[in-house]
């Protein structure tokens, strides 16, 4: 049992409450795993003997060399001419031979460990707690991070072991901050502090590509890891400092505050302390059908996703043939607008919810409508618009922009239809959507071999449109913000249990013990 603590007051006064010093803190949490996940891949270019490397896949094949220089040259005509070249030449060469074939198992290792945590991290954070597993998750991701260096001088085995126990971390972020969000968020409130943190992920990404590059061009690939994991334990000794895992336990908050949280939940101080566990009602999670059209959109937009993230950037250079610099630039600089426009969204829709105007479900159907035809319209503009340039990169920006819909849209629906186990759902959905992650390159990798033109990239990008079509229409017709009966289902059972052994003490063998208040 947690005993309440008595609220003294917010540390930062009544200017910023302390639900939105979670949501700040939580943001910075995600943008550090986010960003130290895709650090390896910015830093690889500066850790690679790309002469080595050419060499050896080039021993012995003289005649794939003349094969290829004849494809090449025909396929020239559905590729863009190149830009004048901005003197940045060729990436320097680092001190590792890696083939190809090992640099994609070094960069996909990370989701064999973020797969498999989600589910066991959401147990943990919803039976104990939400916010020692989110520090231990930035905190393990930190720790690997610093000792990248040395365990991928000793060995690359060392740094499989170190990303898959970064991806192990990773994996129990989501599911930990759904919790927290639960716990903390007024309904009216949920969809932007729920924007707020999961908008980290995107603005760690994209700080990272710029960080990670400049860092990696003027002092080493190293200090990419060094610099990077260094900073981030600031976060670690503010997180348990300023964080607790529910406005009941939490000591820098007003009263006035704590008590507007406990009202618009429905929770009470004197309830709050005695945290119920209900064991998962699995069968009817399984045959939810709210519950299916969030994991369909999740799917569904985690492959737009890593389309926009990753592979976006591939077309950038071998279609338009960006130079590395300006791709870099042109990849990473539309996720701060998204940020903003992701928080703007999440307010407006917040406040016509208070208002009245619309409800959950309108909510967080038109998030997802943004997340879906924003992107998807881009995408069928990038199939014919050829080699306009600015207009590509224009094209690319608004996609990523209307995704962030996302975030106050399917994303936070898990915690309008079961609160109880909010944790346990997203990992679920997360579990499945990051599949994704690990088929998209290979997709791409499979269309584009041989064939790196415009009308290889028409085929990924239409099965792109009809995956974020079949989010958009399943999510409309099926989403729903309603609170689920089974939700409460585990705890009424209990509590009819309970009753009924008191009405007849006779059955009980223990009856003159008293009946415990929960099942844990």
């Known amino acids: 049992?947690?005993?309440?603590?008595?609220?003294?007051?917010?540390?930062?006064?009544?200017?910023?409450?302390?639900?939105?010093?979670?949501?700040?803190?939580?943001?910075?949490?995600?943008?550090?795993?986010?960003?130290?996940?895709?650090?390896?891949?910015?830093?690889?270019?500066?850790?690679?003997?790309?002469?080595?490397?050419?060499?050896?896949?080039?021993?012995?094949?003289?005649?794939?060399?003349?094969?290829?220089?004849?494809?090449?040259?025909?396929?020239?005509?559905?590729?863009?001419?190149?830009?004048?070249?901005?003197?940045?030449?060729?990436?320097?060469?680092?001190?590792?031979?890696w083939s190809e074939p090992l640099q994609g198992t070094l960069l996909s290792c990370y989701f064999w460990g973020y797969i498999v945590s989600q589910i066991p991290g959401a147990r943990v954070a919803e039976n104990y707690s939400a916010k020692w597993v989110m520090f231990f998750s930035v905190a393990i991701n930190v720790i690997c991070t610093l000792?990248?260096?040395?365990?991928?001088?000793?060995?690359?085995?060392?740094?499989?072991?170190?990303?898959?126990?970064?991806?192990?971390?990773?994996?129990?972020?989501?599911?930990?901050?759904?919790?927290?969000?639960?716990?903390?968020?007024?309904?009216?409130?949920?969809?932007?502090?729920?924007?707020?943190?999961y908008v980290g992920t995107a603005f760690g990404t994209a700080k990272s590509i710029l960080t990670a590059g400049i860092l990696a061009g003027k002092f080493g690939w190293e200090s990419v890891f060094y610099v990077m994991g260094g900073f981030s334990c600031l976060w670690m000794i503010l997180w348990v400092i300023l964080v607790q895992d529910s406005p009941n336990t939490q000591s820098l908050i007003s009263y006035e505050e704590r008590e507007m949280i406990n009202s618009q939940l429905g929770t009470t101080e004197s309830k709050s302390d005695e945290k119920k566990h209900p064991p998962v009602p699995w069968k009817k999670v399984m045959t939810s059908v709210p519950f299916w059209a969030i994991l369909i959109a999740h799917v569904c937009s985690n492959w737009g996703w890593y389309m926009f993230l990753i592979e976006i950037p591939f077309y950038m250079k071998q279609v338009l043939q960006f130079n590395v610099s300006k791709n870099?630039?042109?990849?990473?600089?539309?996720?701060?607008?998204?940020?903003?426009?992701s928080i703007i969204l999440g307010k407006v829709l917040d406040t016509l919810k208070a208002k009245g105007y619309f409800s959950t479900t309108v909510c967080r159907k038109t998030a997802t409508s943004f997340a879906t035809l924003v992107p998807g319209v881009c995408l069928l503009s990038l199939c014919y618009i050829g080699c306009h340039r600015d207009a590509a990169v224009a094209f690319m920006t608004f996609g990523i922009i209307g995704m962030g819909g996302m975030f106050s849209g399917f994303l936070s629906n898990h915690i309008d239809i079961a609160p109880n186990y909010a944790g346990t759902l997203v990992a679920l959905t997360n579990?499945?959507?990051?599949?994704?992650?690990?088929?998209?390159?290979?997709?791409?990798?499979?269309?584009?071999?041989?064939?790196?033109?415009?009308?290889?990239?028409?085929?990924?990008?239409?099965?792109?449109?009809?995956?974020?079509?079949?989010?958009?229409?399943?999510?409309?017709l099926f989403a729903s913000g309603e609170e689920q009966p089974?939700?409460?289902?585990?705890?009424?059972?209990?509590?009819?249990?309970?009753?009924?052994?008191?009405?007849?003490?006779?059955?009980?063998?223990?009856?003159?013990?008293?009946?415990?208040?929960n099942n844990i």
């Open 328 to 341: 870099a630039v042109a990849s990473a600089l539309p996720y701060y607008p998204m940020f903003l426009f």
């Open 1 to 97: 049992m947690v005993e309440e603590v008595p609220a003294k007051g917010n540390v930062l006064g009544r200017c910023v409450p302390a639900r939105y010093i979670l949501a700040v803190l939580g943001s910075l949490g995600m943008a550090i795993v986010y960003g130290l996940k895709v650090n390896l891949s910015v830093a690889m270019v500066a850790m690679l003997n790309h002469t080595a490397i050419a060499l050896a896949s080039s021993h012995g094949s003289a005649h794939n060399l003349l094969g290829n220089n004849t494809h090449n040259a025909s396929l020239n005509v559905e590729k863009c001419a190149a830009p004048d070249d901005d003197g940045s030449g060729e990436p320097q060469d680092g001190p590792f031979d």
């Open 147 to 197: 000792l990248t260096p040395i365990m991928t001088k000793i060995h690359y085995v060392g740094l499989i072991i170190l990303r898959v126990l970064e991806g192990i971390g990773g994996g129990a972020t989501f599911p930990a901050m759904h919790c927290m969000i639960a716990a903390w968020a007024p309904p009216n409130e949920r969809s932007v502090m729920s924007t707020i943190i």
């Open 431 to 476: 579990t499945v959507a990051t599949l994704p992650g690990i088929v998209v390159p290979l997709f791409v990798g499979f269309i584009t071999k041989g064939n790196q033109n415009i009308g290889a990239w028409r085929v990924i990008f239409f099965v792109t449109i009809v995956l974020f079509a079949i989010e958009f229409i399943v999510f409309t």
């Open 486 to 517: 089974w939700n409460k289902t585990s705890s009424k059972t209990d509590a009819e249990q309970v009753e009924h052994n008191e009405s007849t003490p006779l059955k009980n063998t223990n009856a003159s013990c008293p009946a415990p208040e």
